[in-house]
Each structure stands twice: as structure tokens, then as C-alpha cells.
């Protein structure tokens, strides 16, 4: 299966206890994404890399959230003492799109594939 | 402000009886609409992308199209199984996040 994989895809935590979460993208993209999504809402924006680079990350995002892709391919996300109101179901997604060198506006549109999702319950 | 608007929140169907999700629009500078489905605990399913007005695109019982302003999934003869709530979004100007509606729930009884 070549799509995107997350793990673990549920955890369960207590509050003030860090979590880590992983994402594997499909290979040749070269662009992941993470999302928060809570029930009934559409997925919330947290964060965004192209390559190894975090290109932008969300205003809503506090400092106990970290994310990484040090080689360009998988990816994690760290939740630093945790909340009750972290719970939610986090998603991974990756695309492949073009970008010019310039201005770093990009060619095309930008689908994204998202992944099963990690389903965090903080107690 | 961008924004993305759907409709109906919920909908029931009988099998085989055929209707259209409606997602309304407010950006600038589109780049593209996208179709997700996503089923309880999962992740989003791709479904389609449309780029511009006029555009049509179909995968079995679904066919998505576009206008200025809105884009409508029709669903022919649905069965149980597309039973999901489905997910519009779009990509403007050079902003790669994407702005969610917050979806219809579709539910089809045999």
C-alpha cells in the first residue's frame, strides 16, 4: 500500500504527559501536512513542510506543539503537556506540487492524500 | 474573508433515490475544489478536484461540477454503502492550506 500511514492511530494519555505521533507520506511527495479535526468540524490547519523545511505553521498553534521532518520523508508531531482540549483526531496529509524558485508560488493545485488519522483522547 | 459554505448539514436518502450536496464558495483567486469523503474515524478520501467553471468530473454514482460560485456533488442511484459525510474545500491564490466547509452527512437507507 502506497498511501499515506500514521501511527499510532489511537492513543490514550493523561493530562501533562507528552505525545508523539508519526507520519509516513506518499513517496514521491514532497510536500506533508498536519491537521487537527474535532467532531463535526472540517480539518483546522496546524502546520506544513515542503521537503524538510516547516514552511508555515498555524497562529493557533501553541508553543507545546512541535513537528519535524528532519530527512524530508516521515514526520512527527509532539504534543508537550498535554490538555484536555488536545483531543481530537490528528491528520496527516501529503501532495506533490511544483514550486517556482523565485517566489515560491507554486504550479497547479495542491491535492492532498490524507492519512487514517491519529485519534488522541487526553484524560 | 474566504469562505466555504455547505449544504444540507444532513441528509437522508432511500437507496436509488438520486440528489446533489451544494458547496458555496467565497474566494479569491481559486485554484482549485476539492471533494473528500470521509467515514467515522477516518481520514478524508480524495475524491475530486475541479479547476475551474464549468468543469465536470465523475467517479461511479458521483459527479462533481463547478461554477463561480458553488460546486455540486450529485449522487445517481446511491447505495448504503456512500453513506459519509462528504467535504468540500479550496485552495486560493498562492495559500497552500485548504478551507474546509464543515460538510454533509449523508446517510442512505436500503
Known amino acids: 500500500d502506497t498511501g499515506v500511514s500514521q501511527d499510532p492511530r489511537h492513543k490514550i494519555t493523561k493530562r501533562g504527559q507528552n505525545v508523539t505521533f508519526r507520519c509516513d507520506p506518499i513517496s514521491e511527495h514532497n510536500r506533508l501536512y498536519w491537521y487537527r479535526q474535532t467532531l463535526g468540524q472540517g480539518p483546522e490547519f496546524l502546520t506544513y513542510f515542503q521537503n524538510e523545511a516547516q514552511l508555515e505553521k498555524s497562529r493557533l498553534l501553541s508553543d507545546r506543539f512541535s513537528a519535524e521532518r528532519p530527512k524530508g520523508s516521515f514526520s512527527t508531531l509532539e504534543i508537550q503537556r498535554t490538555e484536555q482540549g488536545d483531543s481530537a483526531m490528528y491528520l496527516c496529509?501529503?501532495?506533490?506540487?511544483?514550486?517556482?524558485?523565485?517566489?515560491?508560488?507554486?504550479?497547479?493545485?495542491?491535492?492532498?492524500?490524507f492519512g487514517p488519522g491519529t485519534r488522541l483522547t487526553v484524560l | 474573508e474566504d469562505q466555504v459554505t455547505q449544504s444540507p448539514e444532513a441528509l437522508r436518502l432511500q437507496e436509488g433515490e438520486s440528489s446533489s450536496l451544494n458547496c458555496s464558495y467565497t474566494v479569491s483567486g481559486l485554484r482549485g475544489l476539492f471533494w473528500y469523503r470521509q467515514d467515522p474515524g477516518k481520514g478524508p478520501e480524495f475524491l475530486f478536484t475541479l479547476y475551474s467553471a464549468g468543469e465536470e468530473k465523475e467517479k461511479e454514482r458521483l459527479k462533481a461540477t463547478l461554477t463561480k460560485k458553488e460546486s455540486f456533488l450529485h449522487i445517481t442511484a446511491p447505495k448504503p454503502e456512500d453513506s459519509a459525510t462528504y467535504l468540500c474545500a479550496v485552495q486560493a491564490g498562492n495559500n497552500r492550506k485548504l478551507i474546509w466547509g464543515l460538510g454533509t452527512s449523508l446517510a442512505v437507507n436500503p
Open positions: 496529509a501529503s501532495s506533490s506540487a511544483r514550486e517556482r524558485t523565485r517566489d515560491r508560488s507554486f504550479f497547479g493545485t495542491d491535492t492532498q492524500y
